[in-house]
C-alpha cells in the first residue's frame, strides 16, 4: 500500500492549490479527481481574479484586503494566464448606488490594495461615454472605471495541477474515490482508476470537493457528518456578440445584485445568477428563467440590441458553476464568501473545505498548509511557491 504525508479528494483550485503548497514544503502528495482536472466549478466561474468590491457592502473587509493581496501575487506569478482588465462602472438617475457611494467604495477598494498602481480609479469624462458602443446613454450620470484582472479558470487550475505534479505531488485524474477508514494513526482510502482499484494510507486527508464536499464524508468510517450548506448555481451565457473593450459592472435592473459583462475569446460573457438548488443529482444547467434574467439585464442597458429571442439565438454557450454556502436564512448574494475549514475531534486527520474564491486559492492553500504543519509536523522545504510561475 503506498503511504503519503497528504492525500486531497478534489481537483478544483483549492484542491491543486493545496497539493501545490504541500508538495513544495515536502510532503508527500496525493490528489484524486473524479474527473479532469478542473473541469467541474473551477472551470465554470466567471474567469475574475478581483478583490470583490460589492462584498465592502456586506463588510467583509478582511477577505477584499486578502483577495487585493491574492491578485497581486497571480497577476506577477502567472503573466500569460492572469492579466489586468479595465472594470467599468455606469451610474444611472435610477441606480440603487449613486455615484458619491460608488466613489467611496472605489476610495475603500484604493485604500485596501495597500497603494497597489491597480488600485487607482477615475471617473470617465461625459466626452467619451459614447465609447462603450450600445450602452445606454439616457440618465447616465456618471461612468467609473477601475482595475481588476481576468483569467482562464480551467487553465489556471490545470497550471497549478502541473507545478504541484513537478514538485513530486501524484495526481490521479480521473479516479473516483470510493472509501476513507479513518485510524488513530493514519487513514485509509481506496479509489478506483483505469479499472483498477488503488488502496493508500495518508497521515492527513483533505476534502476538497466543492459541492460533493458531504458525498465525500459519506463514505467516511466511521461516520462523520457534514456541515450544513446550500448550493449556489451561478449560470451564464456566451453570446456572439463582438467582445466590449474592458468588463462592465451592471446593477441588476430586477433585483439589488450585479452582473458582469465581460470579453472572452472574441465573444460577450454575461454572468452570473444565484439559483439555490436542491440536489446534484444531474450536471448543472442554465434554467430559462437564468437565460432571461441575464439576457434581460443586458438588453435593459444595450436597448439598441436585438429582442430577448433574437438575443438567445446568438448563445453560443450557457455553463454553470456551483457555489457551497453556509445554510442561513439570508440571501446568497449577501453571504460571506469566506472559505470555512472543518474539522472533528473524533476525526483530526480529515479536514473539510466548504466554499471558496478562484481569487484566493493561494491563501487558502497556505491556511491548509498551517494546520499540516500542526498536525504532523513540518518536512524539509523543496521550493518557495512566492517564486513558482504558472504558465
Known amino acids: ?29 496525493l490528489l484524486i479527481e473524479k474527473g479532469e482536472i478542473g473541469g467541474q466549478t473551477s472551470a465554470n466561474s466567471s474567469k475574475l481574479i478581483h478583490g470583490g468590491l460589492r462584498y465592502l457592502e456586506t463588510g467583509q473587509i478582511n477577505l477584499v484586503r486578502k483577495s487585493l493581496l491574492e491578485r497581486r501575487h497571480l497577476l506577477n506569478l502567472a503573466p500569460s494566464l ?34 497597489d498602481p491597480l488600485g487607482q480609479f477615475v471617473s470617465v469624462p461625459a ?4 465609447r462603450f458602443k450600445g450602452l445606454k446613454l439616457s440618465g447616465l450620470k456618471a461612468v467609473f472605471q477601475y482595475w481588476d484582472a481576468q483569467t482562464d479558470d480551467k487553465l489556471l487550475t490545470q497550471a497549478v495541477a502541473r507545478s504541484a505534479q513537478a514538485l513530486g505531488a501524484e495526481v490521479y485524474a480521473e479516479a473516483e474515490f470510493l472509501e476513507l477508514e479513518h485510524k488513530r494513526e493514519a487513514c485509509e482510502l481506496s479509489f478506483s482508476h483505469r479499472g483498477e482499484i488503488h488502496k493508500a494510507e495518508a497521515k492527513l486527508v483533505i476534502n476538497a470537493a466543492g459541492p460533493w464536499v458531504n458525498a465525500v464524508l459519506s463514505k467516511v468510517l466511521p461516520p462523520l457528518a457534514g456541515v450544513e450548506l446550500d448550493w449556489v448555481q451561478g449560470a451564464h451565457v456566451l453570446l456572439d456578440i463582438p467582445a466590449p473593450d474592458g468588463i462592465l459592472y451592471l446593477e441588476s435592473c430586477f433585483d439589488k445584485r450585479v452582473i458582469f459583462v465581460m470579453p472572452w475569446y472574441g465573444q460577450t460573457l454575461v454572468g452570473t445568477t444565484e439559483t439555490e438548488l436542491t440536489s446534484l443529482d444531474k450536471p448543472p444547467q442554465a434554467t430559462e428563467s437564468e437565460i432571461n434574467y441575464l439576457l434581460g439585464i443586458y438588453k435593459h442597458y444595450f436597448p439598441l440590441t436585438s429582442e430577448i429571442d433574437e438575443l438567445k439565438a446568438l448563445i453560443t454557450q450557457t455553463f454553470c458553476g456551483i457555489r457551497v454556502l ?18 472533528s475531534i473524533s476525526h483530526p486527520r480529515i479536514l473539510s473545505l466548504y466554499g471558496g474564491k478562484l481569487t484566493t486559492f493561494r491563501s487558502t492553500s497556505a491556511e491548509v498548509l498551517e494546520w ?13 511557491v512566492d517564486k513558482l510561475t504558472l504558465s
Not at 8 to 17: A, E, K, Q, R
Not at 102 to 107: C, D, P, Q
Not at 127 to 130: A, D, R
Open 372 to 384: 499540516i504543519e500542526k498536525a504532523i509536523g513540518k518536512r524539509q522545504s523543496i521550493a518557495d
Open 326 to 343: 453556509p445554510k442561513q436564512n439570508s440571501q446568497a448574494f449577501e453571504r460571506p464568501r469566506d472559505t470555512l475549514m472543518k474539522t
Open 1 to 29: 500500500m503506498a503511504c503519503f504525508d497528504v492525500a486531497i479528494i478534489g481537483g478544483g483550485i483549492s484542491g491543486v492549490g493545496i497539493a501545490q503548497y504541500a508538495a513544495a514544503s515536502g510532503y508527500s502528495t
Open 82 to 115: 492572469v492579466k489586468a482588465v479595465p472594470f467599468y462602472i455606469p451610474v444611472y438617475d435610477n441606480s440603487q448606488r449613486s455615484p458619491w457611494t460608488i466613489r467611496a467604495g472605489l476610495s475603500m477598494y484604493a485604500l485596501l490594495s495597500e497603494f
Open 127 to 130: 466626452v467619451h461615454w459614447h
